[in-house]
């Protein structure tokens, strides 16, 4: 066990005690909150009297390696992200509201429906050209984890940005992979002679970044503007490039901007995915209800015969929906942070201005009164638990699942993978629905069968995954063991 794990073994344990722990975290006290009510008024007062930019500072300055100019730029705006200024940030002009202007681009041109659909066609898109290399009928080994890694982390990053950052470098996923893997590490700020390989992957990969961004520049300096998404691969691409150009942001910070983007799309996805899939291939009854279900949304085009997934209708069945939201509530170790912009009360207890209020995921998530069942403990992976039967008949030509829906209704507090309030993760419908497209894909493209189990260095394994312990507290905890299949491509 590690002594990250041990942490939060002993914070779950007092918060079984009192909804409210204080703790001593170096020179800032922590309150870890826990429990449906006080974890629903955090989330409902972010962005209000809790907030999280002084933390995001942090993360932009270790982990995305902004420079200090453009850090100050930042920490000068403390209006906020709302369209009303905070309190003492009312005198800042619209225009030099530089988080709220940040968080406009992610809502418009991420979270908006429109630009949503259009990111995930391309995903689906960039990822059937890869799936359509395998020769049908003949069979291949793959590693599921490394598979998904691999090719999910492509499409995502091909499908904002184009293709050109991967033929300039093939070395991009892997240097992506490895800046993920210090991600944690770079967040605490530890001195470079001390975290010397996770400075290393972060400057190599902004580098690639860098490159392809300098590239885009030039090649949008010689077409009319209105022309240049195709340039920058998608309108988030582009707006995020003149949100931070107006600022005055170096190239340096730029490629951070995109180095970051693309580590947030891909850390929590891939392994979401990852243990979803794998749940679907581990149960045979549970592989063809999946592929049967997921049929429903494949459509063929009326004049060139091709065929894609209805993102819509897909994103509405009930059974892959329920695998992915219990998987999502498994394998989420996230601390929800926020800082207390005046005193709060909350659970009986008044918690000073200024300080930090965590609400862990990992508490939450697997709270037996909430998710446990007198069948299934909240601690084990039941496919059913988020599907409800609607209250109606069947109606004629109805395939079963028209009768079932997918629900975590009235369980705000309990189950909070995307944060909440003003706060709320903007890629959320774009990560969900890359996730359900990659197994949509996969089942209905390919036969699998199970190999077996390995330890993540190639060797036997005699037991199935597990979380990985050193991923607790830092997002999406990818499994401890990579399961080996062979799939043969259908026609």
Same mark, same amino acid.
């Given at each position: 066990m590690t002594k990250k794990e041990l942490f939060f073994k002993r914070v779950t344990k007092a918060l079984l005690e009192s909804p409210v722990v204080e703790c001593q975290l170096g020179p800032e006290k922590v309150y870890f909150v826990t429990g449906q009510v006080i974890v629903s008024t955090v989330l409902q007062c972010s962005?209000?009297?809790?907030?999280?930019?002084?933390w995001m500072l942090l993360i932009l300055k270790?982990?995305?390696?902004?420079?200090?100019?453009?850090?100050?730029?930042?920490?000068?705006?403390?209006?906020?992200?709302?369209?009303?200024?905070l309190p003492g940030g009312e005198s800042i002009l619209p225009a030099n509201r530089i988080w709220y202007l940040k968080h406009k681009v992610h809502n418009d041109y991420l979270a908006a429906p429109r630009h949503t659909?259009?990111?995930?066609?391309?995903?689906?898109? /960039? +990822?059937?050209?890869?799936?359509? #290399?395998? !020769? $049908?009928?003949? &069979?291949a080994q793959v590693s599921v984890m490394n598979f998904i890694r691999r090719e999910m982390a492509a499409a995502s990053i091909c499908s904002v940005v184009?293709?050109?950052?991967?033929?300039?470098?093939?070395?991009?996923?892997?240097?992506?992979?490895?800046?993920?893997?210090?991600?944690?590490?770079?967040?605490?700020?530890?001195?470079?002679w001390l975290n010397k390989r996770g400075i290393k992957a972060r400057e190599d990969l902004r580098t690639m970044c860098l490159e392809w961004y300098e590239e885009a520049e030039q090649g949008a300096s010689m077409m009319p503007s209105q022309e240049s998404d195709s340039v920058f691969g998608s309108r988030l691409s582009k707006e995020l490039r003149d949100w931070a150009k107006s600022f005055g942001f170096s190239n340096e910070?730029?490629?951070?901007?995109?180095?970051?983007? /693309? +580590?947030?799309?891909?850390?929590? #996805?891939? !392994? $979401?995915?990852? &243990?979803?899939l794998m749940e679907i291939i581990a149960d045979a009854d549970l592989f063809q209800a999946t592929r049967v279900e997921v049929l429903q949304a494949l459509v063929t085009h009326p004049v060139s015969g091709d065929r894609t997934f209805d993102i819509?209708?897909?994103?509405?069945?009930?059974?892959?929906?329920?695998?992915?939201?219990?998987s999502l509530r498994l394998h989420l170790s996230l601390n929800l942070t926020r800082t207390a912009t005046e005193d709060f009360t909350i659970g009986g207890f008044t918690l000073p201005k200024g300080c930090t209020i965590q609400a862990p995921t990992q508490v939450s998530h697997y709270e037996e009164a909430v998710w446990g069942t007198p069948t299934h403990r909240a601690s084990e992976f039941w496919t059913y638990r988020h599907i409800k039967v609607r209250d109606k008949r069947p109606q004629p030509g109805d395939t079963g699942s028209g009768t079932l829906a997918s629900s975590t209704t009235g369980r705000t507090g309990s189950f909070f993978p995307y944060g909440g309030g003003g706060y709320m993760c903007p890629g959320r419908n774009l990560a969900k629905q890359e996730v359900l497209l990659m197994i949509a894909m996969i089942v209905t493209k390919f036969d699998i069968d199970f190999i077996g189990w390995t330890k993540l260095d190639g060797s036997p394994s005699q037991r199935s995954a597990q979380n990985d312990s050193?991923?607790?507290?830092?997002?999406?905890?990818?499994?401890d063991r990579e399961m080996r299949v062979r799939w043969k491509r259908l026609q």
């Open positions: 962005s209000i009297n809790l907030i999280s930019e002084p270790n982990v995305a390696g902004y420079t200090d100019a453009d850090l100050a730029k930042l920490a000068g705006d403390n209006s906020g992200i709302g369209k009303v200024p659909e259009a990111l995930a066609a391309s995903f689906q898109n /960039f +990822l059937a050209k890869k799936l359509s #290399t395998f !020769p $049908i009928g003949e &069979w184009g293709r050109d950052i991967l033929d300039k470098h093939p070395a991009f996923i892997d240097a992506l992979g490895k800046y993920d893997s210090y991600a944690e590490s770079l967040a605490f700020g530890l001195p470079s910070s730029i490629a951070s901007v995109y180095m970051f983007l /693309f +580590l947030g799309m891909n850390t929590n #996805t891939i !392994p $979401i995915c990852t &243990w979803a819509q209708k897909l994103a509405s069945l009930p059974l892959i929906q329920s695998i992915y939201t219990e050193r991923y607790a507290g830092a997002g999406s905890v990818p499994p």
